[in-house]
């Protein structure tokens, strides 16, 4: 499944700056991993470890859980104050007046609330070695991701990935600097190194949300063209929300060709089992025949001799007790 990248996570805080001010007015649980919130009368989509994003198609809940019980009773009518992304990293924090809301979108995801820095609740607990999510301790985000290319005897695409940027984006930088991405990042030199670092750059400043159509449905979205997909058709949109929004929906919308095979295959499965269950009837009548085929060739033999009683000749049929 496609994920945001820390990149991508930067430039949504940057689209839902607008909410600044307004008010929370509820969240909702629309299955196992996935929630949606709204603020003003904006909806927010959150499928956890995957994307968090502005949405327009509105799904129907589930029956509210003790977790959104909670959070609607701590955040009742809080004032948004702002928005921010933790540490460059995959966790986005919406802090209110009442509290913070953090959504933590690495691995499988987390949303933790937060008064005065201390864990009120959380979607779950969960411990590593130097952090740990439990109601009542504080809470640190992991530790920030580095900023510099590491330059080592590694390929330079493991270097790359380790920024706050995202694997697509870093094998676009590569891609158009004509860069091997298996090249060790100690066979660079400087003036390759400077180039780098300005394409990154440039990327982050020149975003285009768009998204790749293959065969009439997406596949991928991004902030920029990618050179990878130079060959597919590709749709541009004002905002990322949009783009992951659009994308989201289609790949989920059910398709009308598909729906309709699966509907064919299911009546030809019925009609399967319903000639499976012909045959075993017509194989046991035909067993039962063999085992007695004396009487069969008696009762055939009187019935033309016209010396059976329960002969009927308009039916063509006689009966006989096997």
């Not at 839902?16 to 991993?33: A, T, V």
């Amino acid at each position: 499944m496609r994920k945001m990248s820390n990149l991508e996570y930067s430039f949504i805080v940057k689209e839902l700056s607008s909410l600044l001010g307004k008010h929370f007015s509820k969240i909702r649980k629309m299955n196992e991993d996935t929630y949606r919130m709204k603020i003003g009368n904006i909806e927010i989509l959150c499928q956890l470890g995957v994307r968090i994003h502005k949405t327009k198609y509105i799904e129907e809940p589930e029956p509210h859980d003790k977790f959104v019980q909670k959070l609607e009773k701590e955040l009742v009518n809080a004032k948004l104050l702002s928005i921010e992304q933790l540490n460059n990293d995959r966790i986005i924090s919406f802090n209110f007046d009442k509290g913070n809301l953090v959504f933590e979108m690495f691995g499988k995801g987390n949303i933790i609330l937060l008064k005065d820095e201390k864990i009120i609740c959380a979607y779950k607990n969960e411990k590593w070695a130097d952090r740990e999510i439990k109601v009542g301790l504080g809470y640190s985000p992991p530790k920030k991701p580095s900023d510099e290319i590491e330059v080592s005897d590694r390929y330079i695409i493991v270097s790359l990935t380790k920024l706050p940027l995202g694997k697509e984006y870093a094998l676009e930088v590569l891609a158009r600097l004509g860069i091997d991405e298996k090249t060790p990042g100690n066979k660079l030199n400087t003036e390759q190194l400077s180039k780098l670092e300005k394409e990154i750059e440039k990327i982050k400043k020149s975003c285009q949300p768009c998204m790749f159509i293959q065969d009439g449905r997406p596949f991928d979205f991004s902030l920029t063209e990618l050179s990878s997909y130079s060959t597919h058709e590709s749709k541009k949109f004002q905002s990322l929300s949009e783009a992951i929004d659009e994308f989201y929906y289609a790949r989920e919308a059910p398709n009308e060709q598909l729906e309709k095979l699966k509907k064919r295959l299911e009546k030809q499965k019925e009609r399967l089992e319903s000639l499976k269950g012909e045959e075993k009837e017509n194989r046991q009548k035909g067993d039962l025949i063999y085992e007695n085929y004396s009487k069969v060739e008696e009762s055939i033999k009187a019935a033309k001799a016209d010396k059976i009683k329960n002969l009927n000749k308009k039916e063509k049929s006689v009966e006989t007790d096997l």
